[in-house]
């Protein structure tokens, strides 16, 4: 009787302490790395944690691409030769760095934690993560296509220096006297260029050729002989390939291609923003999650000691101690899910916003400073969400820009359907100087001799040749034109029945209604996202209250079942009840803030504006170059 005595006023006390523990507040001591609270964590990496996060990555992102951004890729091409021949053979540089990466380098780790806001953590991503850097290559890859098409405007100088000695027996007594070989030399040096109009799509070229020639044949008149060579020639489509800005089609079409590429960079940005929001979230609903988890294992904790010593004392049956007991291990069950689930999305937070000042192989952990707002204004109705999908979607503007490469095409290949009628002209002029010895004809003076006293010409004298002169006198020659040709072609050409080109045409008017009828369906689909992203807010607004006010009244059925339990009026399983409704309404309104502040993402995304949202200004570079050479 007297233990009863003493045991019935300290389970009163326990009961009251009880009663009086805030069953919302975890009191539990975490496992997890950080806890509940988001507090710093030691560095295991042997390094010094930066005290601050760089200001270049806090810095509003540059998210557009300029054509100027891929200046960085190219070198200079004559300054760079020397180096690109010193080391096109070094083994060393054949090895890619991913590869050297050494051991002690894979073993160091930032285990610190900051604390940073959701815009932060998308900036800092954008500066950093790999990803999407490896995406940003894309339009600037598209960018070399632009001035790749430009190329072929290009004027292109070729040029060929050579010399050659042919020495061959004679064959004639009388074609080198005194020498048994026949010996002739070569000196060539030969200039051109060649030139597309981007006007007209014609070729334009001029040839300079230079030959010397050199023999011991005594019937060579001119020898050594200079002869230049100036032609210059030109080869105009009249009919395909010939049309009002048909020449820098390939370069609209380049063009256009790079835009395509800016857009889906700017689609896959938006994916990517829209994926660091749903992490950070994340991770804010799993730290919520852990609290809960752990609020209801402090509470289960509780009632077994209480009714442990209830059971010591004989004032309760064991089998509400091995309830409790139940419900505690569940509890201890529910955290370490919870605990796993907080450092999986800390984890895929960290290695998406990839903060790593430190420069270790894993970067830096990241712990949310911002909490869910579900009180937040709504906006947005389906007039204006559906007027602001049509102006920024990025999805729906390169799908707009493949219209318009696919209307290109169709231009082309209708060209392609025309007969084929080339005008071809030339015209070149040309000299001859060098020495002029006398040429014997059988023994007597013949050609260019001078025999003293005698008429000229005559028997013994011959003509005087015209080519006396040295190489400069050549090229004087050649400016008079005296001697020159020219030449003009008409060509045509076109199959019977043009098959080849029929089906390419027919193909690129296919590919045109394709893109056309994909852009109807895909604003179909981002009507329907649109419709879905503002019915899911809405409906996520009034989830969050109704389930804020679910938690409020489950706590205050809990306090009064408590107050019933205390007097008797209630047992163990009926306290466990309300307690369980109480998680789950916790865990309800976890779920609902979280889902609200991703409705407010996803219909940020559907709409286009999420990269506004965040003060992210991406637009379309204009991608046109028009290089010297690309205007003429």
């Known amino acids: 009787m007297s233990r009863r005595k003493y045991a019935l006023p300290a389970l009163i006390a326990a009961l009251v302490w009880l009663a009086n523990a805030t069953p919302a507040r975890a009191q ?48 200079n091409a004559i300054l760079s030769l020397p180096d690109m021949f010193a080391r096109q053979w070094n083994p060393a540089e054949e090895v890619p760095p991913e590869s050297l990466i050494s051991e002690r380098y894979l073993r160091s780790a930032d285990n610190s934690a900051r604390l940073i806001s959701l815009k932060e953590a998308i900036y800092i991503a954008i500066h ?36 050659s000695k042919d020495v061959a027996p004679v064959t004639s007594p009388f074609q080198a006297p005194g020498s048994l070989a026949y010996t002739q030399k070569f000196y060539d040096w030969n200039f051109a260029v060649n030139k597309v109009s981007a006007i007209t799509n014609g070729t334009l070229g001029i040839t300079f050729d230079n030959n010397r020639t050199y023999t011991n044949s005594v019937f060579s008149s001119v020898n050594p002989l200079y002869q230049p060579t100036l032609e210059a020639s030109l080869v105009q489509p009249l009919m395909r390939n010939f049309g009002v800005d048909f020449a820098t089609i390939n370069v609209r079409l380049a063009e256009s291609a790079q835009r395509s590429a800016q857009w889906s960079y700017g689609s896959a940005l938006q994916d990517f923003v829209q994926r660091i929001g749903n992490d950070y979230w994340a991770v804010v609903g799993a730290k919520e999650n852990l609290e809960v988890a752990e609020s209801a294992l402090k509470f289960n904790s509780d009632l077994v000691r209480v009714n442990r010593v209830s059971v010591q004392v004989g004032t309760l049956a064991p089998i509400d101690l091995q309830e409790a007991q139940s419900a505690a291990a569940t509890a201890e069950a529910n955290v370490y899910a919870a605990e796993a689930a907080l450092k999986s999305s800390r984890s895929q937070l960290r290695q998406d916003v990839m903060l790593n000042p430190a420069g270790t192989f894993l970067p830096e952990n990241v712990e949310p400073s911002d909490q869910p707002n579900p009180k937040r204004e709504i906006t947005d109705n389906e007039e204006t969400a559906l007027e602001k999908m049509v102006e920024y979607s990025p999805q729906l503007a390169g799908m707009r820009e493949a219209i318009r490469t696919a209307m290109l095409q169709v231009k082309y290949q209708e060209n392609q359907m025309l007969p084929q009628l080339n005008l071809g002209t030339e015209f070149g002029v040309t000299a001859v100087t060098g020495s002029t010895p006398c040429v014997s004809n059988f023994g007597q003076p013949g050609a260019n001799c001078d025999v003293p006293g005698l008429p000229v010409p005559s028997k013994f004298n011959g003509q005087k040749l015209p080519f006396g002169g040295t190489y400069g006198d050549a090229l004087n020659k050649l400016l008079s034109a005296s001697f020159y040709n020219y030449a003009a072609v008409i060509t045509f050409e076109m199959p019977l029945d043009n098959a080849a080109a029929k089906a390419a045409l027919a193909q690129s008017r296919i590919a045109y209604e394709q893109a056309r009828l994909q852009y109807r369906a895909a604003l179909n689909q981002a009507i329907t996202a649109i419709e879905a992203a503002l019915a899911n807010l809405q409906a996520d607004v009034k989830r969050a209250e109704a389930t804020r006010e679910a938690t409020y009244f489950a706590e205050k059925s809990l306090r009064d079942e408590q ?39 996803a219909l940020w995304y559907a709409e286009g504006t999420l990269l506004r949202a965040f003060d992210i200004n991406f637009e379309v570079q204009d991608p046109r170059e028009r290089p010297w050479y690309a205007r003429f």
């Open 28 to 75: 539990y001591k975490s496992s997890s790395m950080y806890g509940t609270a988001g507090v710093q964590a030691p560095s295991v990496s042997g390094q010094a944690i930066p005290s601050a996060i760089p200001q270049g990555e806090m810095a509003l992102p540059e998210v557009n691409v300029p054509a100027s951004a891929a200046n960085q890729f190219e070198r």
């Open 563 to 601: 107050v019933r339990f205390r007097v008797g009026m209630a047992t163990t399983h009926d306290l466990l009840q309300y307690q369980s409704e109480l998680v789950t309404a916790q865990g309800n309104q976890v779920s609902a803030n979280i889902d609200l502040e991703n409705a407010r993402l």
């Open 128 to 163: 950093n993560n790999p990803a999407l850097r490896a995406v940003e290559l894309d339009p600037i890859a598209a960018t070399e296509g632009v001035r790749g098409a430009n190329a072929a405007f290009d004027p292109d100088l070729t040029s060929q220096l050579d010399t």
